[in-house]
């Protein structure tokens, strides 16, 4: 994010531009992204044109109108992402993105409104996992999510709208595991409502399986409400002492606490017990490590 933060200075810095665009990959995601590129790279006048451009085509896209208000006129951005806002309210990226213009201009308390707005309208977006990010900067971005054994290899490098149209074909003549498919999917761009849907429906058909019961916990993460799924996967533990898979999901979490001792904890334990959720342990402890 460039721009101005809320610890910053108060020299004037134009707003940051954040589309949130990880679940699309349409001609209209391509052009858009494209002309956030520009923006990013010091070009506001050409990422103008760019969103006008995508308008032109399209006049109902809400994120070419974010992206206009913010590369165009710098003084009249708030105003027109306000008017954005209350054409529409349950935009996660419109919200998103007033935020930013008006952190810019040191509104920071207006700022964590929108963001909270966003979260609360919008909580299956992209944007609303950006904005959950910006809430708390003391914690790492995103979200733990549950890293799932043996995704198809059919739809590596598969676009993400087609990976997930095929992935949601599956679940829906499938079981449990293919829903654990699905919800990982869903996970990678963002959707962590729909995820958390999917999680529950896997467990649903199969109540014994231990990895849909921690998917379904890990889904359950939120940055202000950990409990959530620390109440689900903690019992997890003691009940599966010698599960690498708990275990490292455990550490997982504990890391956006953050804890990193008790995450380190937890992370040797699954380390020690090896299998695929063991490697994927050192790994991050390899990284813990190097980042000491």
């Keep these: 994010v460039h721009g101005r933060t ?20 349409d001609a209209e995601a391509r052009a858009l992204r494209a ?6 790279e010091g070009d506001a006048a ?21 992206g206009a208000a913010i590369a165009d006129d710098p003084g009249e951005t708030v105003d027109r992402l306000e008017e954005l806002v209350q054409g529409h309210p349950a935009s996660g990226v419109a919200r998103l993105n007033l935020g930013l213009a008006l952190l810019a201009t040191g509104e920071n308390d207006a700022a964590l409104t929108q963001w909270r707005e966003a979260e609360r309208r919008d909580p299956d977006s992209p944007a609303a996992l950006r904005a959950e990010d910006l809430r708390n900067p003391d914690s790492p971005p995103g979200r733990p999510v ?8 059919d739809l ?23 829903w654990l498919l699905y919800g990982s ?5 963002g959707h962590r409502v729909s995820a958390q849907r999917a999680y529950d429906r896997a467990l649903a058909l199969d109540p014994g399986s231990l990895e849909a019961s921690v998917a379904a ?20 533990a003691p009940r599966n002492p010698r599960s690498a898979l708990v275990r490292f999901h455990l550490g997982l979490l504990l890391l956006w ?9 937890q992370l040797s334990r699954a380390r020690t017990e090896g299998g695929f959720y063991g490697r994927q342990a050192a790994r991050i402890l390899e990284r813990l490590d190097e980042a000491q």
Aim: aromatic content about 6%; proline content about 7%; charged content about 35%.
């Design 257 to 265: 606490l953050p804890n990193v001792d008790e995450a380190r904890r």
């Design 6 to 25: 809320a610890t910053g200075t108060d020299r004037a810095e134009p707003p940051a531009l954040e589309l949130a665009l990880v679940d699309r990959d």
């Design 46 to 66: 050409g990422a103008a044109r760019r969103f006008a451009l995508v308008l032109e085509e399209n006049p109902a896209s809400v994120e070419a109108a974010v």
């Design 146 to 153: 549950f890293i799932l054994r043996g995704f198809p290899r």
């Design 217 to 236: 916990a890990v889904s359950r993460f939120d940055k202000d409400e950990p409990a959530r799924a620390f109440s689900r996967l903690g019992p997890l």
């Design 185 to 189: 999917g869903l996970e990678a761009v």
């Design 156 to 178: 590596a490098g598969v676009p993400a709208a087609r990976r997930l149209d095929t992935l949601r074909a599956r679940a829906r003549r499938g079981g449990g595991a293919d």
């Design 35 to 40: 002309a956030e590129r520009a923006y990013e």
